[in-house]
């Protein structure tokens, strides 16, 4: 048996059943975890089980985590997805709850946060009013570089449209200290999440959409590695940026 999930599933009184719900496998998977220490998921997967279970992926399938061990700035790189909506809709939701400083989700339109995480607002909210720094970067639905874009990805639901969406959203959730908004055209081609010490960062590829582009989940683990250069990305934006009207309190 694999003792320590065992004894993590205890500690953090959750049953196989629950996990299983919150990390998108069925029953039987856990199961299997629980059954033989050799058997471990994605690296992906694995992330997401010990952000839910509030460990290290080291303790719970040390031997997977030390055939995978990168050396140099690498190492920052916990895993790689080719296409955004391959990355478990678990992650993402392991990583916003676990979030207590900061927040930020710098895409150009940000729709698909509403479309595959429907309580995400409320999500949000709550964090903003526990004191986390929840902020958005997003395309100016009216400029020339999303009209641009527009005419490159020749879909029905445009690139205007999305970020109205996600204005519209955000704007529902009501003035709330913490959480703001402001407008950037200088991220059309990549799009930066940030999850306190974690990161989630799509690159876009020609005339792909969001969800074709690939993904890389990082960690922070020394200055100026990946992780370092790609908030300096986000906070040039936020510095560059115009404020939102009518988003968080004081926008």
């Known amino acids: 048996m694999n003792v320590a999930l065992r004894d993590a ?9 629950e996990l299983a719900r919150k990390v998108g496998v069925s029953g039987k998977t856990v199961d299997r975890w629980l059954s033989s220490p050799e058997r471990a998921p994605h690296p992906g997967t694995r992330t997401a089980v010990a952000e839910v279970l ?19 700035t690498d190492r920052e790189i916990v895993a790689s997805y080719p296409y ?9 939701a392991a990583l916003i ?18 479309q595959d995480h429907p309580r995400v607002a409320a999500r949000l909210r709550a964090k903003a009013e526990a004191g986390c720094q929840v902020r958005f970067v997003v395309g100016d639905p009216e400029s020339e570089v999303t009209r641009r874009r527009e005419q490159v990805e020749g879909v029905p639901l445009t690139v205007g449209t999305r970020i109205r969406i996600t204005l519209d959203q955000l704007a529902k959730i009501g003035p709330v200290p913490g959480l703001e908004a402001r407008f950037s055209d200088d991220h059309i081609a990549l799009s930066v999440f940030v999850f306190d010490e974690q990161m989630l960062v799509t690159p876009h590829i020609a005339n792909l959409l969001g969800h074709e582009s690939p993904m890389l989940h990082l960690r922070r ?31």
Request: proline share 7%.
């Open 221 to 251: 683990l020394e200055p100026d590695g990946l992780f370092d250069r790609f908030a300096h990305h986000v906070d040039a934006l936020w510095a560059g940026g115009r404020p939102v009207p009518d988003v968080g309190a004081g926008s």
């Open 84 to 92: 955004r909506n391959a990355c478990p809709t678990s992650l993402w």
């Open 9 to 17: 599933l205890t500690d953090a009184r959750m049953t196989r059943a």
């Open 97 to 114: 709850d676990g979030a207590k400083r900061r927040l930020v989700f710098a895409g150009y339109t940000n729709y698909f946060l509403w």
């Open 54 to 72: 509030g460990v290290g992926p080291e303790m719970l399938w040390p031997r997977a985590v030390r055939s995978t061990i990168k050396l140099g």
